[in-house]
């Protein structure tokens, strides 16, 4: 075989980083700029696509859900993160082993490494550039929570990305991410997944969810690259 035997897709928000209430006021601020009026009911980000909690924050608003009003308040959060990405740092943290473990997998030539994130695309990619971390996945073979509102659509969008490198068969992509939405896409979309525990979601939660390789954190990362491997090996199903 030529080239690389993985596409792994790593979710962002409580896997790679930890953003603490970032995103909400990052809303909050948007949602002002987008409708001039305040933000009046909390809003549940953990793993969800934008477009998702778009669609909610409009509904809970009573703003009829257009494509225009849809459009408005992602530009919104976009240009709130834009203006506000230097204060990223001050309020998030690269989460324990990201780091080596973005390093590892990007050296690593049976490996092609891209993100799975709820983010938008250019919020995604401030938030890895906030720490360095942007270099160190491709792009284009990514995807984002502008593309679909279901995660588990995600996983295709990515899949038809990579294929100029090769075609990727669902045991040859592999998700790691925190939540059980990031479970729900996996499972959905018949890809692998390695959950990592650093999110709101317990190991129980994740394993109950009906992930079957989870992790504490990335700080192990033989454990993580063991876990990556296995399941692309088994298939998540299977257990
Ligand atoms: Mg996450």
Do not use: C
Request: aromatic share 6%; no cysteine; charged share 25%.
């Amino acid at each position: 075989m030529t080239g690389p035997e993985l596409l792994v897709l790593w979710d962002i928000d409580n896997t790679l980083i930890s953003a603490r209430g970032f995103g909400k006021l990052m809303y909050r601020e948007a949602f002002l700029q987008a409708f001039g009026r305040e933000l009046s009911v909390p809003v549940d980000l953990g793993g969800r696509t934008e477009l998702d909690v778009i669609a909610e924050i409009l509904k809970q608003h009573d703003i009829e859900h257009t494509d225009e009003a849809s459009q408005l308040l992602a530009t919104a959060l976009a240009n709130s993160f834009e203006t506000r990405r230097h204060d990223l740092p001050g309020h998030s943290e690269v989460l324990p082993g990201a780091l080596e473990a973005l390093r590892h997998f990007a050296n690593d030539p049976r490996v092609h490494q891209g993100v799975l994130t709820a983010n938008l695309r250019s919020v995604a990619k401030i938030k890895l550039e906030a720490f360095g971390l942007a270099d160190l996945v491709d792009w284009d073979v990514s995807a984002f929570g502008d593309d679909h509102a279901d995660r588990a659509e995600l996983v295709r969008f990515a899949r038809e990305r990579a294929g100029h490198i090769r075609p990727f068969t669902p045991d040859e992509v592999v998700l790691i991410g925190d939540t059980p939405h990031d479970v729900y896409a996996a499972t959905t979309a018949g890809v692998r997944l390695v959950a990592v525990a650093t999110g709101r979601s317990s190991r129980q939660d994740l394993h109950e969810a009906g992930a079957t390789a989870v992790v504490d954190d990335l700080s192990d990362l033989d454990e993580l690259i063991r876990h990556v491997w296995k399941t692309a090996a088994r298939g998540n199903r299977s257990a």
